[in-house]
């Protein structure tokens, strides 16, 4: 960073040792000073600048790479030279690099997971009671016939003349065990199994 730019810290007008609560007060009364709101609306470059420092030094991660790169370049290097180099293996007399082994361990209990999550939410979905009316007939649908032998949705806890066990569209035929009814929303007909007691 140049010398001539003021560091996020002196932004804030706090020392570089400051704690996580002095950082958040410093900002805080910065912004009512500084905000657009406290002068009027007008933009303002300060709160800017105070909003970059705020973003980086409130978050630890940032900070401390803040922090490391306000270093002199020397003591970088020192930790940079700590680092382990990457794994290699040694074929023909070639150094080769070792790439990092996949964790299907990882992946496959993710999976198991999620799979009884999907299973225990389908559970849950099932035992909810009874799907809304929506004028959409699905199987298992409760429906009442309306004239001219058309199919209309009601709730099934509600008086009802027939449930769908199935629709087929126009050009095909519904099982000879089935009444067929026109579909309400013109997509088919609906296979329909008369109610008990209707």
């Known amino acids: 960073m140049p010398p001539s730019s003021p560091s996020h810290y002196d932004t804030l007008g706090v020392p570089e040792n400051a704690s ?13 000073r500084y905000h657009p709101d406290a002068r009027g609306g007008a933009p303002s ?11 980086v030094l409130s978050n630890p991660r940032r900070r401390s790479t803040y922090d490391a790169s306000r270093r002199p370049a020397s003591s970088s290097a020192v930790v940079t030279g700590a680092a382990d180099p990457a794994p290699t293996v040694t074929v023909h007399g070639r150094d080769l690099l ?3 082994r996949f964790p299907w361990r990882l992946v496959l209990g993710l999976s198991a997971a999620g799979s009884v999550g999907v299973l225990l939410l389908s559970l849950f979905a099932q035992s909810s009671g009874p799907p809304p009316v929506d004028n959409l007939l699905t ?3 409760c429906i009442v016939v309306q004239t001219g032998e058309v199919a209309r949705e009601v709730s099934c806890a509600s008086t009802h003349d027939a449930v769908v066990r199935q629709l087929v569209p ?13 579909d309400g929303q013109g997509m088919g007909w609906a296979c329909v199994d008369d109610a008990v007691g209707a």
Do not use: H, K
């Open 139 to 141: 199987p298992g649908s």
């Open 45 to 55: 470059p300060e709160m800017t600048e105070i909003n970059a420092a705020w973003s």
């Open 20 to 32: 996580d609560t002095q950082i958040r007060n410093a900002y805080r009364a910065l912004a009512r």
């Open 170 to 182: 126009f050009d095909a035929r519904c099982p000879s065990d089935t009444r067929t009814l026109r």
């Open 98 to 100: 070792v790439p990092p």
